[in-house]
T-cell receptor, first 111, second 117 residues
Framework: GESVGLHLPTLSVQEGDNSIINCAYS??????FIWYKQESGKGPQFIID?????DKRQGQRVTVLLNKTVKHLSLQIAATQPGDSAVYFC??????????FGTGTQLKVEL | GAGVSQTPSNKVTEKGKYVELRCDPI?????LYWYRQSLGQGPEFLIY????????DSGLPNDRFFAVRPEGSVSTLKIQRTERGDSAVYLC???????????????FGPGTRLTVL
């Protein structure tokens, strides 16, 4: 996958607004997709996942959309809160159990 | 319940030394994974265990890296003759496992930050 080194893409949103984080995946054979949230100094935390037989899945304040035609995944966070500030990673799995992670996006929530 | 735990949280070593990193998975999870995360990047797969056996070790960078899981629970990642380029956060994850060909949700530990001087 691509590497952006120390300069992660950054999304800045106002508290209370909705956030949309996008991800392009590479493997057409991937059948499982997952979003993780990672705070500084911590391990990735599971947010939501989706399998390739679905195009939308909703959780608490989060929605994942999958567009297999263009190999695109997005995470929508409703009513973004300061505690949502973190780096968000998408990952894809192809049935072999290992996950391939995309480039992270830094979400900054401004008060 | 307890999540995935990893020890130590930080490890500083000198170039050429041997290190061991430990992972305790979630109780009942048969699948265990090791990933490595460099600064500013996403985790990169190293190795996957189903039970006691390494089902996929294609991500291990070279033969200085080795991992074991002798009783199907705790795993140890071993790095011989450490190099400065090995400095990274080593993450462990576990999942329920047991479904061939199906990827299931992986839950990560806090990681071990390895620094090779």
């Amino acid at each position: 996958g691509e590497s952006v080194g120390l300069h992660l893409p950054t999304l800045s949103v106002q508290e209370g607004d909705n956030s949309i984080i996008n991800c392009a995946y590479s493997n057409s054979a991937s059948d499982y997709f997952i979003w993780y949230k990672q705070e500084s100094g911590k391990g990735p935390q599971f947010i939501i996942d989706i399998r390739s037989n679905m195009d939308k899945r909703q959780g608490q304040r989060v929605t994942v959309l999958l567009n297999k035609t263009v190999k695109h995944l997005s995470l929508q966070i409703a009513a973004t809160q300061p505690g949502d500030s973190a780096v968000y990673f998408c990952a894809e799995g192809g049935g072999g159990n290992k996950l391939t992670f995309g480039t992270g996006t830094q979400l900054k929530v401004e008060l | 319940g307890a999540g995935v735990s990893q020890t130590p949280s930080n490890k500083v070593t000198e170039k050429g030394k041997y290190v061991e990193l430990r992972c305790d998975p979630i109780s009942g999870h048969t699948a265990l994974y090791w990933y490595r995360q460099s600064l500013g990047q996403g985790p990169e797969f190293l190795i996957y265990f189903q039970g006691t056996g390494a089902a996929d070790d294609s991500g291990l960078p070279n033969d200085r890296f080795f991992a074991v899981r002798p009783e199907g629970s705790v795993s140890t990642l071993k790095i011989q003759r450490t190099e400065r380029g090995d400095s990274a956060v080593y993450l462990c994850a576990s999942s329920l496992g047991g479904t061939p060909g199906s990827t299931d949700t992986q839950y990560f530990g806090p990681g071990t930050r390895l620094t090779v001087l």
